[in-house]
């Protein structure tokens, strides 16, 4: 794979996972996800968090305090140290990371009983969005999140709307998952390149977000425009399917595939 300057078929060696159950308790108290869970997002959509001190001597039991937490995660190397100065700057710094902590995130949701994603359901709409340009896997993930009300009231509305959608785009075997990527003088907001040969279509995605208080159909038009213009500044290629979605608060008001210019 290196000689063909590709990425391997499998990300993640079965070595380097974790039995997440485990650590459910890391992300999960008093009934409730807590801050933890909200940094995992943070990371998951490509930010970087801070602290002061990377500790090396803590008990277990001290983890769910956030500094302890990143410090824990640091040392098992879900993130490197990306700026180094008065505070320390840490980031994923590869997608098998982005795959492992998209799949604890998964398994931190699963306690919800109000959870209703299906991997394998996910999985599959996704080869058919790859293979046939089907957008029902987008519906699909609107639906969960709209769903999801005891997960979605401890993050806010448009954070958790795309950090939802990157974990678990995040979670297929045949695409690589990028966020703001550099194209054409513009910035792509997720991009899913594929990693098998055999796939058809990449998917160029750009998301819109509106807040309920302020939805009217009006808005939604300029948004839709909005998107398709920033659209139409990437230039992939016809094997690149370019999709636009607009979210509303926790619901998904439109999905549509973008082929024309404006």
């Known amino acids: 794979m290196i000689r063909k300057n590709r990425?391997?078929?499998d990300l993640i060696d079965v070595n380097v996972r974790t039995d997440y159950s485990k650590l459910k308790f890391l992300v999960y108290s008093n009934q409730k996800l807590n801050g933890n869970f909200k940094m995992l997002n943070q990371l998951i959509l490509g930010e970087n968090v801070t602290t002061t001190q990377i500790k090396d001597n803590f008990s277990a039991f001290e983890l769910t305090n956030e500094d302890n937490f990143k410090s824990f995660i640091y040392s098992l190397g879900f993130v490197t140290i990306e700026k180094y100065r008065i505070a320390i700057r840490l980031k994923i710094p590869n997608q098998t990371?982005?795959?492992l902590?998209?799949?604890?995130?998964?398994?931190?949701?699963?306690d919800f009983n109000d959870y209703t994603m299906?991997?394998?359901?996910l999985n599959n709409s996704l080869l058919n969005l790859a293979y046939e340009k089907d957008l029902s896997v987008?519906?699909?993930i609107g639906n969960a999140i709209k769903s999801s009300t005891s997960i979605r009231d401890y993050i806010d509305g448009e954070n958790f709307v795309k950090a939802y959608l990157?974990?678990?785009l995040n979670l297929n075997t045949f695409y690589e998952l990028k966020s703001e990527v550099e194209s054409n003088k513009g910035y792509i907001d997720t991009l899913l390149n594929p990693i098998k040969e055999e796939v058809p279509y990449g998917v160029i995605i750009e998301l819109k977000y509106i807040k309920r208080s302020e939805f009217n159909n009006t808005i939604?038009?300029?948004?839709?425009i909005q998107a398709k213009k920033q659209l139409n500044q990437y230039d992939m290629g016809s094997k690149y399917i370019k999709i636009v979605l607009v979210f509303s608060g926790w619901e998904l008001v439109h999905c549509e595939e973008e082929n024309l210019t404006l």
């Open 118 to 121: 299906k991997i394998e359901r």
């Open 166 to 168: 990157l974990a678990y």
């Open 101 to 110: 902590l998209a799949e604890f995130i998964h398994y931190a949701y699963k």
């Open 7 to 9: 990425e391997p078929r």
């Open 97 to 99: 990371l982005k795959k």
């Open 138 to 140: 987008f519906h699909y």
């Open 220 to 224: 939604l038009q300029t948004q839709i």
